[in-house]
């Protein structure tokens, strides 16, 4: 195994992480990794189709269920989870919030931030996520911020792909094969009962970002893959 990294990643909504980075959190943790997410909101109002069309529903009862389905996904991926409960529709992180994101970018010192892509049309919320873990981060890296913790290096930051990625101006460059670990991811998403309409619909997807991982390296091997989006240049010394 390579020594142990820390990998972060930002969730606006209880289920984006599982739908948007499950397999690339559970291949991360079956390495020896260590994978933390950070969950902004449990998506009651939002993404929570599922819950409201049971009698009786309340705010508080959807925010419980999307919470325990989200922690069940995360223990099958075999990440840490933690929740702030910032709102929904929109998400409006409190100074308290971007204060607690920084300490965790100081104290994990995550080596990589997965988080959502620029823009996305469909969900205001997720640019919100976007813009926060980019401002917590830079916050993270300046001397002077007061935030207990080390100041962060410079962790490259990893865009998952969004649901309608043409409309969001999504270019996969990176393909992960995630084939050792979709059984897992798949399970992962079965726990998000609230969305079921969304478990074929994202195994459809890896199906075709496996395809297309094929025809672009050769590895037949390869059944199944998540699509990245680098924001920063990667920083190499060499090409191969
Ligand atoms: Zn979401």
Redesign the pocket.
């Known amino acids: 195994m390579d020594s142990e990294k820390n990998i972060l990643v930002i ?3 209880a ?2 992480f599982v739908w948007r980075a499950g397999g690339a959190i559970a291949l991360y943790h079956r390495r020896g990794h260590r994978v933390r997410v950070l969950c902004l909101s449990f ?1 009651e109002r ?2 929570s189709q599922g819950a409201w069309k049971q009698p009786g529903m309340t705010i508080e009862r959807v925010k419980q269920i999307r919470k325990d389905e989200a922690a069940r996904a995360a223990e099958i991926l075999g990440a840490e989870i933690r929740f702030f409960d910032t709102g929904d529709y929109p998400i409006q992180p409190s100074d308290q919030v971007i204060q607690a994101m920084v300490e965790e970018f100081r104290r994990y010192q995550p080596e990589a931030i997965l988080t959502h892509s620029v823009s996305d049309p469909y ?1 205001p ?2 640019s919100t996520a976007h813009e926060l873990t980019l401002k917590t981060r830079v916050y993270a890296q300046a001397l002077g911020y007061p935030a207990e913790g080390k100041p962060l290096a410079a962790p490259p930051v990893f865009m998952f792909e969004p649901h309608q990625p043409e409309q969001c101006n999504f270019r996969p460059q990176i393909l992960l094969d995630i084939t050792p670990v979709f059984d897992i991811k798949r399970k992962a998403m079965e726990s998000m009962v609230a969305q079921e309409h969304l478990w074929e619909y994202c195994t459809d997807l890896a199906k075709r970002r496996g395809t297309q991982a094929v025809r672009n390296s050769g590895r037949k091997e390869i059944k199944y893959a998540e699509a990245y989006e680098r924001l920063y240049p990667q920083v190499t010394g060499e090409f191969l």
């Open positions: 969730s606006a909504h289920a984006d998506g939002g993404e969900n919320d997720h």
